[in-house]
């Protein structure tokens, strides 16, 4: 296969990895306080997760940033908290939108910050390094929007057949997002 | 402070990167294979039932070289016309991070057909992902290899 072809498989699968939930559940907390009819606002948080989680790697790759991963990998589970936290308290009733945009760049660079030493050696030394972040970011961009899209037909399947309402949903949803995430930082 | 990519991370995904690069003056492939040095370590104790390797530290285990090859050569193999082709070991540079690894071929045919096997660390970590890069020129063609897909045919010139 072209190297766009692999890493862009190689990003999808980095979001869809089974051994790291990190991820898969933050997108959870996020798809879960929008429905279909707000597609254009979760799909512009989705990307500006994106952006920021691209710019660190972007940086990785580049040797500018050096982590300390013990510390990204507290915060990591702590972005997850709070915004389940926040969802729990908002109960999905509009929010500043900007403030939510540059949030997810926020916690963009900070997810982007867990996977940066990886990606720093698994592109270090190609010669088309811009091939590779370009298409690695695609990939992870695709599958976020992947799962973000099965949790709205998910809900939509809750909503209309299962009469499950709005709020409860975002309550079902949003605590099992916050023990998961404070599972993982205790753990 | 010992550091290691992923002893901390939610993320521990494993993966190596192989490339390989057709020298068409000497007409030998050449292979330059990164792997994680923790990854390494384990993989080397396990096979060996020995852990004091302390790669990239001042107590580094000494004919860590040989040790490293004869892993390996089990794991990397090149076949060209039902033949084992002969990778000859060239060197290792170390770092606490990474591992590089060098190999090459000579007297390689980039115009027949040839197979490769990239298991390494299949046997430690079942979700291992071996990234192959293979350059002729300025053109390259990728190629992974896991557990469900070890060997690969390939060919890189076509005439």
């Not at chain 1, 898969?24 to 979760?42: E, Q």
């Not at chain 1, 009733?93 to 403030?99: A, D």
């Not at chain 1, 990606?119 to 390094?129: I, Y």
Request: charged letters at 20%; proline letters at 1%.
């Amino acid at each position: 296969m072209s190297k766009f072809e692999l890493y862009l498989k190689l990003g999808t699968e980095h979001i869809l990895d089974i051994n790291g939930l990190d991820h898969l559940i933050f997108m959870l907390a996020i798809a879960s306080v929008f429905s279909i009819a707000n597609w254009k606002k979760l799909l512009i948080m989705v990307t500006a997760f994106t952006l920021g989680h691209s710019l660190t790697l972007v940086l990785a790759a580049l040797h500018v940033v050096s982590v300390n991963m013990e510390l990204v990998e507290t915060l990591i589970p702590i972005t997850i908290l709070l915004t389940s936290l926040v969802n729990l308290w908002k109960k999905g009733r509009e929010q500043h939108t900007i403030v939510l945009y540059i949030l997810m760049v926020l916690f963009g660079l900070i997810h982007g910050l867990g996977f940066s030493n990886y990606f720093g050696e698994l592109v270090a030394g190609d010669q088309d390094l811009i091939l590779a972040l370009f298409s690695f970011n695609l990939g992870i961009e695709v599958a976020q929007i992947l799962v973000v899209l099965s949790i709205l037909i998910i809900h939509i399947i809750f909503e209309k057949i299962f009469s499950v309402k709005r709020e409860s949903w975002i309550l079902f949803m949003n605590g099992g997002v916050f023990f998961l995430a404070l599972s993982m930082i205790i753990g | 402070m010992s550091f290691s990519v992923r002893a901390e991370s939610d993320h521990p995904i494993h993966i190596s990167v192989a490339e390989w690069r057709y020298n068409a003056e000497r007409n030998s492939l050449e292979c330059a294979i990164k792997l994680f040095t923790d990854d390494l370590e384990l993989a080397l104790t396990t096979r060996n039932g020995d852990s004091r390797w302390n790669l990239a530290t001042d107590d580094q285990i000494p004919n860590a070289d040989r040790y490293i090859y004869d892993y390996l050569s089990q794991t990397v193999r090149v076949n060209q016309e039902n033949t084992q082709l002969t990778m000859k070991w060239v060197g290792a540079e170390y770092n606490m991070d990474a591992v590089w690894c060098y190999f090459e071929i000579l007297q390689f045919n980039a115009s027949a057909a040839f197979e490769f096997t990239n298991s390494t660390f299949l046997e430690v970590y079942p979700d291992q992902t071996n990234v192959n890069h293979f350059y002729v020129g300025e053109e390259s063609s990728s190629f992974v290899t896991n557990k469900d897909d070890r060997e690969k045919t390939i060919k890189l010139i076509n005439e």
